[in-house]
């Protein structure tokens, strides 16, 4: 089920927006669905599926292979370390979901650029980064609770939540 | 705020990771995209392209209900001008008519073939980039429809981009607004070339060096590029602008193209051997594909 909803993240993330752009940009969809799982799958799994989702991103992408790989890896990472935080206080929740993405374009932008993409010479590079996360702010209503229903929520165990 | 969890598992799977994702960018660098991650790109895109193709038949009238909803507001004062536009058009279309006949006459006259019309390859946009930062569009269309890497792509309203790998049913176009991108273009009024270029979307920078002539809002700027038809519509300049010292001059221009919510394009049959090549793009772009064309 965590596999369907990521290629379906990164299928919507791919077509939804070809005509539909709002101020000419686009959430960052697939980021958000690996957020949203990574806060209920396993440590381990969140990770696999964090970089799985990236590694296609890459191979859909000319970007270097590995790029967005490395930056879902690390929404998942983010994510998994901050979740028992969400749960605790869930107003947490719509500014962490904020802050993971535009963190995550950033980290982007970032190894783009050392890696030869020019990324921060793009002459939006701060709209590139700031309306996708709000844009990912706003669908996390929809997007968090409709991944919750479908992965359903794990257990807290005594290790932590939902280790596999 | 961070969960203590000592070096468990998790942690060193996120390392080793963040390793692999760097040696791949690293290998792929390397490779300038070519090889088997170029094999991989095109591989995966083959497979992709039927899920995007249904994903998009499935979500199309969901998207336009939206879409139609945020156009309602303008659509009125839109229909207008456009009312105002088709009168003053059928007016051009009968000089028009009428001056074509004439020229028509004369190549007769004087025995000259008439400029090569070339055959195009309607197409819709499937699928965007994975993110805003990458100035790419996939279309249906690809190797089987007559389409290869390299040929120019545009619309109704001038050059969209052009096609930077290909598949068996499926193409990818970068667009001109590409960081990438350096198209070779001849200011329509007064003749002079310069070179325009991407800057990831919005606005392209135009650079003319030895130039004299000042450029007005507006002027179009059209193909001069061995890789593309001459005398397609690209960009009108968006800034007045005279030269500086050392006849240089540097303004901005807005594309022509509806690059924002292109849907239907047409390829242009057309490669660059046709006229001879004069690739102002920069050497060694930094990724690619396999089938990603080399400047």
């Given amino acids: ?164 | 705020m961070w969960r203590r969890t000592g070096l468990d598992r998790s942690n060193i799977l996120f390392v080793a990771l963040v390793v692999v994702s760097l040696v791949l960018m690293t290998m792929d660098l390397r490779a300038s995209g070519e090889g088997l991650a170029g094999t991989l790109r095109d591989g995966t895109q083959s497979v992709f392209t039927p899920v995007q193709k249904a994903v998009s038949f499935v979500t199309r009238p969901v998207v336009g209900f939206f879409e139609g909803m945020s156009d309602l507001v303008g659509l009125r004062g839109e229909n207008q001008a456009l009312r105002l536009q088709v009168a003053q058009l059928e007016q051009e279309l009968a000089r028009t008519e009428s001056l074509q006949r004439q020229v028509e006459e004369l190549e007769a006259i004087l025995a000259i073939e008439p400029p090569e019309e070339y055959d195009t390859v309607v197409a819709r946009v499937l699928a965007t980039g994975v993110s805003d930062f990458d100035a790419l569009r996939l279309i249906d269309k690809g190797r089987r429809h007559g389409i290869t890497v390299d040929m120019p792509v545009i619309d109704e309203g001038g050059l969209v981009g052009r096609v930077v790998a290909v598949g068996e049913t499926w193409a990818r176009i970068r667009l001109i607004t590409d960081r990438s991108m350096r198209v070779a273009v001849r200011v329509d009024r007064t003749g002079e070339t310069g070179v325009l270029i991407g800057r990831g979307g919005g606005l392209l920078a135009l650079e003319m060096l030895n130039t004299e002539t000042a450029l007005v809002e507006g002027d179009l700027l059209v193909t001069a590029d061995g890789r593309f038809p001459a005398g397609i519509p690209v960009a009108r300049v968006a800034e007045a602008a005279e030269a500086e010292v050392g006849f240089s001059l540097r303004t901005t221009a807005t594309p022509v193209a509806e690059l924002t919510r292109v849907d239907y394009v047409k390829v242009l049959v057309f490669t660059s051997d046709e006229v001879g090549s004069a690739d102002p793009e920069e050497e060694g772009l930094p990724t690619g594909t396999g089938t990603t064309i080399s400047p």
């Fill in chain 1, 1 to 164: 089920m965590a596999v369907a909803l990521a290629l379906l993240g990164v299928a919507l993330q791919t077509t939804l927006f070809v005509r539909f752009r709002p101020f000419d940009a686009s959430p960052a969809l697939a980021l958000l669905v690996v957020l949203a799982l990574s806060r209920h799958l396993g440590r381990m799994e969140s990770l696999l599926v964090g970089f799985g989702t990236g590694l296609l991103l890459d191979l859909l992408s000319e970007t270097a292979l590995g790029l967005w790989a490395l930056v879902a890896t690390a929404v998942a990472f983010t994510t998994v370390r901050l979740r028992h935080r969400f749960e605790d206080d869930v107003t947490l929740l719509v500014p962490g979901v904020f802050l993971i993405s535009f963190a995550a374009l950033a980290l982007y932008g970032l190894l783009g650029t050392i890696f030869g993409e020019q990324t921060l010479a793009d002459a939006q590079v701060v709209r590139k980064m700031l309306l996708p996360a709000v844009y990912n702010t706003v669908l996390a209503v929809l997007v968090l609770p409709a991944v919750t229903k479908l992965v359903g929520e794990r257990v807290r165990s005594p290790g932590g939540w939902g280790e596999s």
